[in-house]
């Protein structure tokens, strides 16, 4: 989906979501935001954050791993592949 309210929506409407990959500058509603929300509603979404700054803290929005951009499809299939 676009945007992290979008994404919100379908997981209100009981889409059932596995891994969340969520880059961080999103527009509106940030990416660390958007995790929080969704692994409150369900814990067991493993978290995937894009970022163009290093990094992410563990300690921002929720436990995840980062996959720094920009990416390509090989570094995205090894992410999701870990996150399993």
Request: aromatic share 4%; glycine share 10%.
């Amino acid at each position: 989906v676009a945007t992290a309210e979008e994404a919100l929506e379908h997981l209100e409407a009981g889409t059932p979501m596995d891994i969340l990959v969520a880059d961080i500058s999103l527009p509106g509603q940030s990416g660390l935001d958007l995790a929080a929300a969704v692994v409150e509603q369900d814990p067991a979404v493993k978290v995937i954050y894009a970022s163009g700054y290093g990094e992410v803290s563990e300690h921002l929005g929720a436990p995840g791993q980062s996959l720094p951009k920009p990416y390509d499809v090989g570094q995205l299939q090894a992410a999701l592949h870990e996150a399993e």
